[in-house]
């Protein structure tokens, strides 16, 4: 009984953490893949691009896995290149903040029910909006023919409309453009070459296109890197001043 008056407070506050913050306010989230590097970092080897001398990085390789080519990377400029002997330091993934009360808009990085596999949630980048025609021509992204002017922040990255090593065809290209309905949504990874995102998907969620993240599977906007210290930064504070597969784990990850 003496104890009982201590403890209240902290059963209050733990309460308070999965009842309120978790469901309906934030949430803190990891990626363990890199479809979303520069912006969002997985399990990383890193090493120097060696066209403006940024970081480089890509995800690891398996020790008993001999790829015929140097593994694909990319720096904070999002030049996309292959470099040979890259060093193998595994570094540890970003830890960020995941805001649910945000409405999303175009450019935010956005967590989301996988459409194909709703129990997996992935972060990508949001490009799309509810009733717009979207495809992808000469690296950028274009809506209802009109062709989008990225953030400063994102200056530099390039959409594919083609992916290497992949036989399907793809959603978004200017042959096949995505209709997206009145609550759908086209979301892409920031590393092109590498991502498993709206361009790719073969089944959508019930009454959806395969394409398409329907409002109902939005989870929130990423609005915090917090960890580690030399990667903090504003992911949507950073879109909004300049214009403003990978799954999540709860401090589970999130692929693309």
């Not at 879109?239 to 693309?256: I, K, L, Q, S, Y």
């Amino acid at each position: 009984l003496a104890w009982l008056p201590t403890l209240l407070p902290s059963v209050a506050m733990v309460l308070i953490a999965f009842l309120v913050l978790r469901p309906f306010i934030c949430e803190a989230f990891v990626t363990p893949t890199n479809a979303m590097a520069p912006t969002l970092l997985g399990n990383h080897w890193r090493d120097r691009c060696p066209d403006c001398g940024q970081s480089n990085f890509c995800s690891p390789l398996e020790i008993w896995y001999a790829p015929a080519e140097s593994p694909r990377m990319i720096c904070r400029n999002f030049h996309v290149n292959r470099i040979s002997d890259v060093p193998q330091q595994a570094f540890r993934p970003d830890r960020f903040l995941v805001a649910k009360f945000l409405t999303p808009k175009r450019w935010d990085v956005v967590v989301f029910q996988y459409p194909e596999n709703p129990s997996t949630l992935y972060v990508m980048r949001l490009v799309g909006l509810p009733g717009e025609t979207i495809h992808i021509e000469g690296g950028a992204v274009w809506a209802n023919g009109n062709k989008l002017e990225p953030p400063r922040s994102l200056r530099g990255i390039e959409y594919l409309s083609e992916v290497p090593d992949w036989r399907g065809d793809l959603w978004g290209s200017k042959d096949r453009p995505a209709v997206l309905g009145e609550d759908e949504y086209f979301v892409l990874g920031d590393f092109s070459p590498q991502s498993k995102d709206s361009r790719l998907w073969e089944r959508g969620a019930s009454g959806h296109s395969p394409f398409a993240v329907p409002d109902s599977l939005m989870r929130g906007v990423v609005t915090h890197i917090y960890w580690p210290p030399r990667r903090w930064r504003r992911p949507r504070g950073i879109v909004w001043r300049a214009h403003g597969p990978p799954e999540c784990d709860r401090t589970m990850p999130c692929t693309g």
